[in-house]
Structures are given as C-alpha cells and as structure tokens.
C-alpha cells in the first residue's frame, strides 16, 4: 500500500508554483485549484522534494492516504479503539460462563423443584455453559425423574442467562360454579349486538341504555314470576360518545431532516460515548447493536445520525384540522381493544384564544359495555311480591 499525501499550498501566484513543480520534476497524482490555493496529492518520494521548495509559500498536509492514514487513526483514535479491544475480550471469554438462571412458573414448589434439579445434573450459575448436547440430556434427566409433577420442560439460552419453562402435569380439578348475577350496561350508549350464552335478554339492539341498566337478566321469569337465579353470560357492544378537546400554540418549533447523514461506530462504556467522528449540531439517531456484554455495561452500535434544523410553523384554524383529528383518534384508540373500533367523528368547533387555538371533536365508538352485577343477595320470594304489590 503505497503512501500519498493531500497537500494545500496557498499562494498568490498559483501558475509560478505549477511552473516550479515541472522545473524540479516533481510528479503528482492528482492537482486541483481553487482561488489562490492548489490541492496536490503526490507519493513519499515527491512529497520531500514539494517540501524543499524554497519558496514564501505556505505548504500544508490536509490528508492522508494508505498506511500512514491508517497509522494517524490509530493514534487518533487509540482510546477507542483499546476500549473495543478491551470490550470484545470481555466479550469472549465472560459470554460463556452462567451468570443467571430463572425458572419461569406460577407455583414455587415447581419453581424450587427445577432449580433443585439444574444444581444436581450441572447447570449452575458461575460456571462455563454446558454444550447443546449436555443441556438435551440435563432436561431429560430432569423430567424423568419428575414425571408425576412435570409435564414439558424447555431450556433457552439468552446471552449469558438461561430461561427454564415448565409445565406442571395436569390432575383433574373441579371448576368452581359462576355465581348468579346480571350483565348490566357499563356506561350510557346505544346497544349495537348483544350476544347472550345464558339468561334472559330484556333489551334489545337500538335500544339506549344508561349505565347501571340491566341487559342481560340473570333472574329467570316464567310468565310474570321470577323462578330462579342464574349466572347471566353475553357479550354487548354499544355505541359510545365522546368529546375530545385538544389545544395547540399558534407557533411551533417543528424538526425537519436536511437529507444529510453520517454512520459512525460508537462505543457506549459506563455511560459514556466513545466515537470517531463529530456529530452534528442538531440530529436524531437511530442506533443498530452489534455486540452487548451482559456482565458490564458496554455495548458496540453502529450509529446512523440524520442532520436536523428546526423551523418555526404557525397553526391556523384551517391547517390545525388534520392534526387535531389525528392526535384525538390516537387518544381514543388507546383506550379501545381490538374488537373495538371508532364508527364515526366530526369536528364541533374551532376556537382562537390569544396564542392557541382550540378544537373539540366528537366520536362515536363501538365499546364492549358488558358488566356483571351479583344476584346472590337477591332473595326470589321478596322480589315477586314486589312484582305483585306493582300490579
């Protein structure tokens, strides 16, 4: 690899200097002039005979190219570069030793019995990492010997932890009776579906209910007579009403990309960035790791910096629309579940005060209403004689 320099000689006399070059036989690669400055890239051997020129002059080394660029980074950058060096040895020989197990399960008895096992058949923390072939025949020595109690077992690695899974064996168990009660209406709307698995159905779709309304009736009626209680299940979906009111400034500092970028690798140790090259002054980043220690915290990322400049907007009343309806859909979709959705909206009012501006949207939204109301107090022989005394 052969050695090249990128010089700047500032002169008033640009074609004099030109002159001297082909005088002394001075050869160059490559020479560029810009006002009263020439660019010059020129080998070892030429790079001497420029800098003999007796000349008023002003010679300069701007660049390097070949092993000598290579040499200036690493002296640069010598910091950098032992602190990746000094990462990727911890890298290597610190990634395969156990630093922590977990047995992930609700019951403790299994949770102490697996842990008990790992110890006995050799996977324990502070140690080197058993091979594949080692952790296949741990987990088969260990639902072996728990066959009554465990039924699937499974062991994954993730960095220097290792994750336990289990299955306790199933043994028949008796489900518990779902006590009588009502499914009532959570909250004032519109009753779009009602789906009912168990008990009496006593409103209907279109029907507008306010919270607390009985739907779904978990006392069932022969004729006019209540004849027994049940656990009323269903599912009612009801439309909804909103009113969202969201208020902006009338300016804005908005941070827009310029389309410039720079990669850089950066070592991130003890809560300091190490890096190569200066960033800009106002950026974002998006960071992509590439190596992680699990035992300190030092992590290598290749860094993308995306240049950014801030300009000043102004909202009007009829630019700050599009907005307000984005940022008030975002709210109520927060709130919904995915079998929830929002039927309609319309913007009611726009309003200026002083340096805001003001805007209220309403939504229709299609929510799950069911709620459930106990009937186990409900004593069936007072309720018909009220019925009776009502008619």
Known sequence: MTDRYKLEITCKNTSYFIHLLLE????????????????????NLNLSKVLSLKTSYKIEIINYY????????????????LGILIFLSNIYFLSHIVFDIE???????????????????????????????????????ILKKNNNDVEWL????????YIVR???????????????????????????????????????????????DVIISGLIRNKDKIVSKVCASGK????VWYKVTSIYPSTYNEEVLTGNKKKDMEL???NKKLSLKRKYENYKIKDKNILTSNLIPMSLNLSTYYETKILKRKYNLN????????????????????DESILYKKVLKKTRKNSKIEIEIFFKVREDISDTESTENIDIEKENEKLNNRE
């Open 24 to 43: 002394k036989n001075i050869k160059y690669l490559s020479l560029n002039i810009k006002e009263n400055k020439i660019y010059l890239i020129v080998d």
């Open 66 to 81: 070949g092993k000598e660029k290579i040499k200036k980074i690493f002296k640069k950058e010598k910091y950098f570069l």
């Open 103 to 141: 047995v992930v399960h609700n019951d403790k008895y299994i949770r102490n019995l697996i842990k008990n096992n790992l110890y006995e058949f050799g996977l324990r923390k502070y140690k080197f990492e058993p091979s594949y072939e080692k952790l296949q025949k741990i987990k088969g020595l």
């Open 154 to 161: 499974e062991i994954e690695k993730i960095g220097t932890k």
């Open 166 to 212: 289990a299955e306790r064996r199933k043994k028949s168990k008796k489900e518990k009776d779902c006590p009588p009660r009502n499914i009532i209406a959570s909250k004032d709307s519109m009753i779009l579906t009602i789906t009912s698995d168990k008990g009496e159905v006593i409103k209907k779709k279109k029907d507008y209910v306010k919270k607390g």
């Open 236 to 239: 009612v979906y009801g439309e």
């Open 268 to 270: 991130n140790i003890f």
């Open 319 to 338: 630019n700050i629309e599009r907005l307000a309806l984005k940022d008030s859909n975002k709210k109520i979709k927060n709130k919904l579940s995915k």
